[in-house]
Nanobody
């Protein structure tokens, strides 16, 4: 089992920044590719960003490319999502997911956190 706990969500004005964190416990974190997804009310959960086990490879949705950065610290068992230039359409609940061993842009992650709410006001 891999337990995931997200934090860092908040209400922020458009153009602002936030950093989300996802702390992992349980099985060896460095074995897992990690990702961030988000889900707005009435919409399906969608891919945001993913990172490989070592952090060497990352992938982003077109809608966040150039604004968001995913990173991980395997010594701290934590994955981050730095979000800059936030827009109202970024408003959603953000979830981190873990799967072994390869990262994916699809929703096929085995382990999920409970999510953290990001609200961007215009």
């Amino acid at each position: 089992q891999l337990q995931l706990v997200e934090s860092g969500g908040a209400l922020v004005q458009a153009g602002g920044s936030l950093r989300l964190s996802c702390a992992a416990s349980g099985l060896s974190f460095s074995r897992y590719a990690m990702a961030w997804f988000r889900q707005a009310p009435g919409k399906e959960r969608e891919f945001v960003a993913a990172i490989s086990t070592t952090g060497a490879v990352t992938s982003y949705a077109d809608s966040v490319k150039g604004r968001f950065t995913i990173s991980r610290d395997n010594a701290k068992n934590t994955v981050y999502l730095q979000m800059n230039s936030l827009k109202p359409e970024d408003t959603a609940r953000y979830y981190c997911g873990g799967r072994a061993p390869l990262m994916s842009t699809e929703i096929e992650y085995k382990y999920w956190g409970q999510g953290t709410q990001v609200t961007v006001s215009s």
